[in-house]
């Protein structure tokens, strides 16, 4: 099994900025994409980011410009980093990966979610 664990969420001002951290764990053979989501309340979940394992990175339109992904493959983690937050940015931010696992008769691809990090941005 894979584990993700989040860490990083808080409150912080309006144009303030965070770092959000997630650490894989298990039986993992390769992590092919690591990504965030979050949801608000009342809202879908929706893509904030997400990075593949040779580097290339997605984005929402709503945090363009203001959001960096990145990911340490040796160390299995991934990375958020955002400023100039906005209370729309409030939400619960969740870590995803997309994992090989090493199976008896091969790889097997799965997807796995953190248990989520509750971000708020208020004065």
């Known amino acids: 099994q894979v584990q993700l664990v989040e860490s990083g969420g808080g409150l912080v001002q309006p144009g303030g900025s965070l770092r959000l951290s997630c650490a894989a764990s298990g039986s993992i053979f390769s992590i092919n994409v690591m990504g965030w989501y979050r949801q608000a309340p009342g809202k879908q979940r929706e893509l904030v980011a997400d990075i593949t394992r040779t580097g290339s990175t997605n984005s929402a339109n709503s945090v363009k410009g203001r959001a960096t992904i990145s990911r340490d493959n040796a160390k299995n983690m991934v990375y958020l980093e955002m400023n100039s937050l906005k209370p729309e940015d409030t939400a619960v931010y969740y870590c995803?990966?997309?994992?090989?696992?090493?199976?008896?008769?091969?790889?097997?691809?799965?997807?796995?979610w953190g248990q989520g990090t509750q971000v708020t941005v208020s004065s």
């Open positions: 995803y990966a997309r994992v090989s696992i090493r199976r008896l008769t091969g790889l097997r691809e799965n997807d796995y």
